[in-house]
């Protein structure tokens, strides 16, 4: 066995945490050689249903756990961590504008931002769940001085696996089947599921137009709200389960001839401002990420680039007092 990771997961106490954890603790996000010491990190409020989550997790007696530290101070919760799945955020209530939510959000991730500069270990990797993420992702690593900023970044992985099976059961195949997909944007309904250069088990597969425009792609970008209409919850296990997808392959790369969406600080690349937290076509490989170049983007996919990259300024716009 490895020497242990420390792993924290804020909002631990809510329904991604529950979903979240427990695999987290099996070793299915980092490996079966690999123990963690898990950081729980909630509000004050939250702290007697954090002990009954805590009581569940050694009840399960996982061979992999060597610690658990359950908080609701920041500084003991991010001390020395080297992975941080930072879910907790404020939830948008009946008729809160996003402008207010932005602004809520922003206050909660500019602290976090601050406690993980401090105290976090210098090679955290860091992927923002909480909404609206990839904003929230911006205001917090702006508070970040001493790590570099490549560590911080935004999940759009449950979007791309949502793409990934409407695909595979467009084309009769299995989902693993399907490759060189990706999202690009905001995690909000302006992402952009790109499908152009999509392969179905190693060939070039194509789908038509029409059931892209009128089908797939609301499909995609509305299938949160198909799930709360559903479940009368927001999705929880899918989420938990893409958030652990983004860091297992963070850490252990993309499959050959394959890539991934995740949401990260923009280079510049495909026109889309620098700094801005988006999400990309991504080959990882030993640890570090690197953007897909020279993907052909047809006047179709440059309209709805042209939309996200606009909402995702306007946010930035709106929080522009907290990026000082
Ligand atoms: P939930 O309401 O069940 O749990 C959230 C937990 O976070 C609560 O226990 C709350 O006390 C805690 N919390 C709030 N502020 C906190 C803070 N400052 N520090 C630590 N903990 C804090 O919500 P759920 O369903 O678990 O969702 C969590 C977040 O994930 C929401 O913002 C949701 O919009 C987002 N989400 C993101 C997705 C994505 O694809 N990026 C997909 C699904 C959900």
């Not at 805590?54 to 991010?78: H, K, R, S």
């Not at 922003?106 to 860091?126: C, L, M, P, Q």
């Not at 949401?263 to 570090?288: E, M, Q, R």
Request: with cysteine; proline share 6%; hydrophobic share 40%.
């Amino acid at each position: 066995l490895k020497p242990p990771v420390r792993v924290a997961i804020t909002g631990a106490a809510g329904q991604i945490g529950y979903s979240l954890i427990f695999r987290v603790a099996s070793g299915e996000m980092l490996g079966p050689n690999q123990p963690v010491i898990l950081h729980l990190i909630d509000l004050p409020f939250a702290m007697t249903a954090l002990n009954g989550v805590v009581m569940e997790i050694q009840d399960c007696a996982f061979p992999l756990v060597q610690g658990i530290v359950a908080t609701d101070n920041q500084q003991v919760g991010f001390k020395d961590v080297n992975y941080a799945l930072l879910v907790g955020a404020k939830p948008r209530g009946p008729g809160m504008e996003r402008g207010d939510l932005l602004k809520d959000n922003g206050k909660i991730f500019t602290e976090t931002g601050k406690y993980i500069n401090d105290h976090a270990s210098r090679d955290i990797k860091v992927v923002v769940v909480g909404n609206p993420c990839n904003t929230n992702c911006l205001i917090l690593a702006n508070q970040i001085k001493d790590i570099p900023k490549e560590n911080f970044t935004a999940m759009t992985r449950l979007d791309h696996n949502r793409a990934q099976h409407q695909l595979a059961d467009k084309l009769g195949v299995h989902t693993s089947d399907i490759r060189k997909i990706a999202i690009f944007g905001n995690h909000s309904p302006t992402m952009v599921p790109y499908i152009d250069q999509m392969t179905a088990k190693n060939h070039k597969a194509t789908v038509d137009q029409q059931w892209v425009t009128q089908t797939f792609i609301p499909t995609v970008q509305q299938r949160g709200a198909e799930i709360i209409k559903a479940r009368k919850l927001s999705s929880a296990a899918s989420a938990g389960n893409a958030a652990m997808n983004h860091i297992t392959t963070w850490v252990n790369g993309t499959a050959e001839g394959d890539y991934t969406s995740m949401a990260i600080p923009s280079d510049g690349s495909y026109g889309v401002p620098k700094g801005l937290i988006f999400s990309f076509p991504v080959t990882v490989k030993n640890g570090k990420y690197s953007i897909v170049q020279g993907l052909p983007i047809s006047p179709f996919y440059q309209g709805l680039l042209d939309k996200t990259i606009k909402e995702l300024v306007d946010e930035r716009i709106a929080v522009d007092h907290l990026l000082k």
